[in-house]
């Protein structure tokens, strides 16, 4: 067996995160070659990976990057099993690299897309197996979304202090003008902040799917079986548009004025940068 100086030990680990004996024997198990001991950690931490796969994911950290022009935003979590892992700090770090690797992922869709995209000639999946080595958890992608911009308009996002829910929203624009105004972004940041606090199930009354529809009618039609024939029709719709008032992102009451509904806030503010302007649509991750 070739002799595995410290010095070289020390550099596996610098290199890979993992811990000393760890380096130290797959550094044995290489025969002293660092590339091949590198390899030998990843197969580890895809073993990991294939022995806990039955386990839930239901903790990790949210992350969201804009391309240098900001006509390109990502938003992604990375998920561990955990508090206590999320909370690490090289898993915050890989997080935070999902958020390169995802903005660089050529597909719009897809977490396979993402763990296939190579930086500085190291895949997502490589880091993936890497924490999962260094921890024995779980470690996966979980929601991703990508939006680029194809007109005048603007994408906004806001990640919770915890870094546990977050959302990512594509406004359209008349003209760049109206895109550009301090005031449509700060209410563009607004607007991405309430989707976060509120969760709306859809973006109006049209986008909610029928299936969702026809369950809310029975149990609103089961709540008032007992009332009159002629006026059980009345209530269920009374019920409905309250339902929809409550979950429809644009006809919610705004959360920092609830005299006014999403629609109306965004609308006036366009219509003060000198335009008009409407959301394209919205995505709303949440981990734990």
Same mark, same amino acid.
């Given at each position: ?22 380096? $130290?024997?797959?550094?044995? &198990?290489?025969?002293?070659?660092? !590339? ?7 197969? #580890? ?41 999320? $909370? ?8 935070? !690299?999902?958020?390169? =690797? ?25 880091? /993936?197996?890497?924490?999962?080595? $260094? ?11 990508? =939006? ?9 996002? =806001? ?31 607004? @607007?991405?902040?309430? @989707? ?20 809310? #009618?029975? @149990? =609103? ?12 029709? #009345?209530? *269920? ?6 339902? +929809? &008032? ?6 919610? $009451? +705004? *959360? ?8 109306? /806030? ?19 991750? &949440?981990?734990?």
């Amino acid at each position: 067996m070739a002799e595995i100086s410290a010095s070289l030990v020390v550099k596996l680990r610098k290199m890979t995160g993992q811990g000393m004996m760890d380096c $130290k024997k797959a550094l044995e &198990e290489a025969g002293g070659d660092i !590339e091949q001991a590198i390899s030998i950690l990843r197969k #580890k931490g895809l073993a990991t990976l294939a022995r806990r796969a039955d386990r839930e994911t239901s903790e990790g950290l949210v992350v969201c990057k804009t391309s240098a022009d900001g006509k390109t935003t990502i938003l992604a979590t990375l998920c561990c099993e955990t508090d206590f892992v999320a $909370k690490n700090d090289d898993f915050a770090a890989s997080a935070n !690299e999902l958020a390169d =690797y995802a903005l660089t992922c050529s597909s719009d869709e897809g977490t396979e897309n993402i763990l296939k995209t190579t930086i500085g000639g190291k895949k997502f999946s490589d880091i /993936v197996a890497e924490i999962a080595s $260094k921890t024995g958890e779980k470690t996966q992608v979980g929601d991703y979304a990508k =939006y680029t911009l194809d007109g005048p308009g603007l994408i906004s996002t =806001y990640i919770h202090f915890n870094q546990k829910v977050g959302t990512m929203v594509q406004i359209e624009t008349s003209n760049d003008n109206v895109a550009s105004s301090r005031l449509l972004k700060q209410t563009a940041a607004d @607007i991405a902040m309430h @989707i976060t606090a509120t969760k709306p199930l859809a973006l109006d009354k049209d986008s909610v799917s029928p299936e969702i529809i026809e369950r809310e #009618k029975a @149990i =609103y039609a089961e709540q008032v079986k007992n009332k009159p024939a002629n006026i059980v029709g #009345k209530i *269920v719709e009374g019920k409905m548009k309250k339902f +929809f &008032e409550e979950n429809c992102l644009l006809d919610q $009451k +705004f *959360v920092k004025d609830d005299s006014k509904t999403v629609a109306q /806030v965004l609308a006036e503010a366009a219509k003060q940068a000198g335009g008009q302007a409407k959301i394209k649509r919205y995505a709303r991750f &949440e981990v734990g």
